[in-house]
């Protein structure tokens, strides 16, 4: 089992023996009288020898702007937003970059926040303008370490079979070994120069390590094995076993990272966004017991509807952070704005504006709307009682009712995901769920979702070995179930109920022996 050995040997290596950083030259002694020079360019990070080339896709990517497309730029923005190609959408963009609309470096940022994930660096090149200001250089260079991550632990190197037991070992004591150690190293480092970031930027490279991390996890697993070992289900099992406790200092430190940047991410008012949406899947996979992706299984109203302006259109498809530098004076407080402003997130500022002064009963509910969202995704009690909060300023209408339920169930629920994940929460008190089951108690449209999400809610923290609870939670979920009227939602109930039935079940021996 030498691949084993070797990562057990070496499960610490990427956290240790770092080099010392290297203390800063002597700045050089200004030229008496001479001529003030123009600010240079700066420097962005260039990649380790542990980072794969960068793809031949990305070569279309490498456009250099020639002058700015006349017309409207942000009518000319927002179509470009809407091609779907991602190399067409990307020409578009190029088009718009030096456009006196846009502050130095906005739109190089959305173009690579748009691009595929490992084609950054090559996009941005190697330095940056001395115009683009400093929140901006941090983003991009954060993108510029996310292409990097994304180009480390693509696949490990295999022998090719057949091969024996012995040329297994032979094959994990060097190449293999030496691949580990070049590419645990080179996750270390990246992840240390981003934790120098702030904000959003620290984010992305919190992230994109811990993804890089835990995928270490699953390529690892796939090294082929030698047949005579493959074929032995006892030594298999054994193997894998072994291979797992190796593997456990990666797993935990990707799911450590990864955490990191998604309270980075939270705090930053990112809500849809394809490294929380690759985060929160690879954690739900690698931490079946403790999923984070488990809220989004609640039954919510529908957020509001929406029209499409310019403005409109901009506010759902521009990256969160990236919104506050295109539509300086968005006005959120307009309920069709907002709501298309929640598909993607919620710019910090324009969240404390919004908290920090009357807004109208629609916008309340969006905001609401979103904040529940919020603590869906990241599990933030914070958000939850930010929204209970919003919810006890207005009249309440049949969907708002269900949302106040949903927040204030859950508002006694996990800190956020780092709490959830590392220490789990006590069982949520049935006193929580007072709100939902008294909506369920009606004849409301909302009367059904409302049961299902008490049941639900009741399901995250089960007491242990309690059949009496799986009894009373099956019996919930068929109520619910004779409720419902979407065949999928009366599907999904039944299928809790039974598997609430069968753990009752399960336990039932065991208490009484």
Same mark, same amino acid.
């Given at each position: ?106 739109? =190089? @940022?959305?173009?690579? /926040? %748009?691009?595929? $994930?490992?084609?950054?660096? !090559?996009? *941005?090149?190697? #330095?940056?303008?001395? +115009? ?96 005579? =070992? @493959?074929?032995?289900? /006892? %030594?298999?099992? $054994?193997?894998?076993?072994? !291979?797992? *406790?190796?593997? #456990?200092?990666?797993? +935990? ?101 919004? /908290? ?158």
């Amino acid at each position: 089992m030498g691949a084993v050995a070797v990562l057990l040997a070496l499960g610490g290596c990427a956290a240790t023996g770092a080099p010392p950083p290297r203390a800063p030259e002597p700045a050089a002694e200004p030229t008496p009288n001479a001529p003030p020079t123009a600010p240079a360019a700066r420097a962005l990070p260039v990649p380790l020898a542990a980072v794969a080339p960068v793809p031949a896709q990305c070569r279309a990517f490498a456009t250099e702007p020639a002058g700015c497309r006349a017309g409207s730029p942000l009518e000319l923005l927002s179509e470009a937003l809407w091609i779907d190609d991602p190399l067409s959408r990307d020409r578009a963009l190029v088009a718009l970059q030096t456009c006196d609309a846009f502050a130095p470096g906005v739109l =190089l @940022a959305l173009r690579v /926040e %748009l691009a595929p $994930a490992d084609c950054g660096d !090559l996009i *941005v090149g190697p #330095a940056l303008a001395p +115009e683009v200001a400093p929140e901006l250089e941090q983003t991009l260079t954060a993108l510029v370490h996310a292409a990097h991550l994304n180009r480390l632990v693509v696949t490990a190197p295999r022998l090719e079979p057949p091969f024996s037991k012995q040329q297994f070992a032979d094959f994990s004591k060097t190449v293999l070994e030496d691949w580990v150690v070049t590419q645990a190293r080179a996750i270390y480092e990246i992840a240390k120069h981003g934790s120098t970031l702030g904000g959003y930027a620290r984010g992305v490279v919190a992230v994109e390590a811990g993804i890089a991390d835990m995928r270490f996890v699953s390529v690892v697993r796939d090294v082929p094995l030698p047949e005579e =070992l @493959a074929q032995d289900a /006892e %030594l298999r099992e $054994a193997y894998y076993a072994e !291979l797992d *406790v190796a593997l #456990a200092p990666w797993k +935990e430190r990707g799911r450590d990272a990864a955490l990191v940047g998604l309270r980075e991410f939270a705090a930053a008012g990112v809500l849809a966004d394809p490294r929380v949406e690759r985060a929160r899947e690879l954690l739900s996979e690698l931490y079946g017991g403790r999923r984070i992706d488990r809220l989004d299984g609640l039954m919510l109203p529908a957020p509001p509807a929406a029209a499409s302006s310019t403005i409109e259109n901009l506010a759902a498809r521009l990256p969160t952070q990236l919104v506050p530098h295109v539509l300086p004076n968005l006005d959120a407080n307009e309920p069709r704005v907002l709501a298309l402003l929640l598909r993607k997130g919620l710019p910090r500022p324009v969240r404390a504006d919004l /908290e920090s002064r009357p807004i109208s009963a629609e916008a309340n509910f969006a905001l609401a709307w979103g904040l529940v969202r919020f603590g869906q995704t990241y599990w933030s009690s914070a958000d939850f009682m930010a929204a209970e909060k919003l919810l006890q300023r207005v009249p309440l209408t049949p969907p708002s009712e269900l949302l106040l339920g949903v927040a204030q169930a859950l508002k006694a629920g996990p800190r956020d995901a780092v709490d959830m994940m590392a220490r789990g929460s006590a069982p949520i008190p049935v006193t929580s769920l007072a709100a939902l089951d008294t909506l369920a108690q009606g004849q409301g449209p909302w009367a059904p979702a409302a049961a299902f999400d008490a049941a639900y809610i009741l399901e995250l923290w089960p007491p242990p070995g309690d059949p009496s609870f799986w009894q009373g939670l099956a019996r919930r979920y068929t109520q619910a179930e004779a409720r419902l009227s979407d065949a999928g939602d009366k599907a999904r109930a039944k299928e809790l109920a039974n598997a609430a039935r069968a753990t009752a079940k399960s336990l039932l021996p065991q208490r009484s022996q």
